[in-house]
């Protein structure tokens, strides 16, 4: 590298999630540890052995788009828009002429149009029809919605969509970040979304035999699974003298990021690749452990993974793992798959912008292998320097973001 | 028991050793009744297979959560433990619905 590095700042934040349909609303249910998990209302519900999920709900997708858009926009897209107009309307940034080309969109997604996909096999398969849509493809598509926040601001920079499973948004931010950082552009809109909450698409999690049929209470001693998220959040992530110059509100800082793979198993966490993940990121921000308030955790509510997560902490803060607040809002959101890391990255900006730190609701029996101050039930006020956010997915791929306060 | 209710659980144990046996990439006779599944070398991701497996050879729901495996009311602590898990849930199962 001949040039230093620029920094990078966040100016902008939007979100849809079984929390709030804005940032406000979201932060202010996970101030107030409020559950969005709730019965499941979708088709064939009585089908499922799973029941509960984290809905977005009162959502009138005829209020934010047209017919023709309607047409072309699966659920996962609807949530991607909703969420990058209240994130560009806050950054307050006009893209046009050299901005436009400088600037993109990276988002993640695991599934892509999953609802697409589950209504149209109905059509052929359940109901013999021979004939489907002309759009099921261009409205499936994994980077439907990346193209589709594209077409409505105008960004014509790099853009592109990333697929790691419960680490896409992490992953994308991570490219977002690092394009900003290098000087490859100067904004990118990026984060990420989900909706896979149809029949096809929770039948199909309940074939591993991991989600909780009950409540998502990680760290708890009594946790007994996941429960799954449906929404979006998205970002504006800025040069950072770019946005001092125009005197745009800065939210945070993005700090560091690291990524590793666990290379060993397909669906069973590893403490060693989360402890390289999270080391990794401090080390590449140039960030004191000590000065780490707060970890949103990967906190899915399985066994498996809270007790590796907790080790991980251990191993990477050594004495300052017991000073540290973790806590996992997906008791609050459920798992928002490859749009929960975009979710959560929103817990870290009120930690270092707002001084609260989400909680860990649900939290009902200690257990000896969770042994942090995981924030149980109610959340806490203290002023966090620095917040890092964890993703650790199926395939043993670890994406952490680390958020300084500004 | 006539021979055969006999001869029906001799079925279901030959074929739940089977498909444990397919599992643990082993011959049905070294699949020995008081085997764990550590023993047989069947990892989490080989036991829910199995039972889908077992699901599907027997119509029946087998109660089973991977994070809660204690709570889940099905003892997979041994090979004779499971079968006899397994003929339970038919009976119940099935029993009720007339034992087709």
Redesign the interface.
């Known amino acids: 590298m001949t040039t230093g590095l620029r920094r990078v700042a966040i100016t902008g934040a939007g979100t849809i999630n079984p929390l709030g349909h804005s940032v406000p609303a979201t932060l202010e249910a996970m101030r107030e540890g409020r559950c969005g998990i709730g019965p499941l209302e979708i088709r064939d519900v009585d089908r499922l052995a799973v029941r509960i999920g984290g809905q977005v709900r009162d959502f009138a997708a005829e209020a934010h788009f047209n017919r023709q858009q309607l047409a072309l926009y699966d659920r996962f897209t609807q949530f991607t828009l909703i969420a990058a107009r209240e994130a560009i309307a806050q950054a307050g940034l006009d893209f046009a002429g050299e901005l436009a080309a400088r600037s993109g969109v990276v988002l993640g997604t695991a599934g892509g149009g999953v609802g697409t996909w589950d209504e149209n096999y109905r059509h052929v398969y359940e109901e013999g029809k021979n004939r489907v849509h002309p759009f099921v493809v261009p409205k499936l598509m994994n980077n439907a919605a990346a193209s589709h926040v594209a077409m409505e601001y105008n960004l014509k920079g790099p853009s592109f969509t990333v697929s790691t499973a419960c680490a896409s948004s992490n992953h994308a931010m991570a490219q977002a970040f690092q394009m900003v950082r290098l000087g490859m552009s100067r904004v990118m809109v990026t984060g990420g979304s989900e909706s896979m909450l149809c029949f096809g698409g929770v039948k199909a999690w309940e074939g591993l035999r991991v989600m909780s049929r009950d409540a998502c209470r990680p760290f708890s001693a009594n946790r007994n699974g996941m429960v799954q998220g449906e929404g979006a959040g998205v970002f504006v992530f800025e040069d950072m003298e770019h946005a001092q110059s125009r005197g745009a509100e800065i939210l945070a800082e993005v700090a560091g990021f690291a990524m590793s793979s666990d290379a060993a198993d397909i669906v069973m966490p590893s403490k060693q690749g989360a402890a390289r993940a999270m080391a990794g990121a401090l080390r590449d921000g140039g960030i004191d452990p000590a000065t780490v308030g707060y970890i949103n955790a990967h906190g899915t509510g399985t066994l498996a993974n809270d007790k590796t997560e907790c080790a991980a902490v251990a191993d990477v803060f050594g004495a300052h793992a017991d000073r540290l607040m973790i806590s996992s809002t997906k008791s609050m959101h459920g798992h928002l798959i490859g749009g929960t890391g975009a979710v959560e990255l929103l817990s870290c900006i009120m930690a270092v912008r707002d001084g609260v730190v989400a909680p860990t609701i649900g939290y009902e029996e200690p257990d000896p292998e969770c042994a942090l101050d995981v924030v149980p039930n109610a959340a806490r006020e203290a002023e966090i320097e620095v917040a890092l956010s964890n993703a650790f997915a199926f395939g043993g791929l670890n994406a952490v973001l680390a958020l300084r306060h500004i | 028991m006539d021979s055969e209710g006999i001869g029906r659980m001799t079925d279901v144990r030959d074929k739940v050793i089977g498909i444990i046996a397919e599992q643990a990439v082993l011959e049905p006779s070294d699949v020995r009744a008081d085997a764990t599944l550590e023993d047989l070398g069947i ?3 080989g036991l ?1 297979e199995s ?2 497996a077992i699901e599907e050879a027997f119509d029946i ?1 087998v109660p ?5 495996p204690e ?1 889940s009311d099905f003892d997979i602590s041994s090979v004779d433990a499971i079968v006899a898990g397994i003929e339970r849930l038919i009976a119940e199962q099935h029993g009720r619905a007339g034992g087709a």
């Open positions: 990892d989490s991701l829910v039972i889908f729901s089973f959560n991977a994070n809660a709570e």
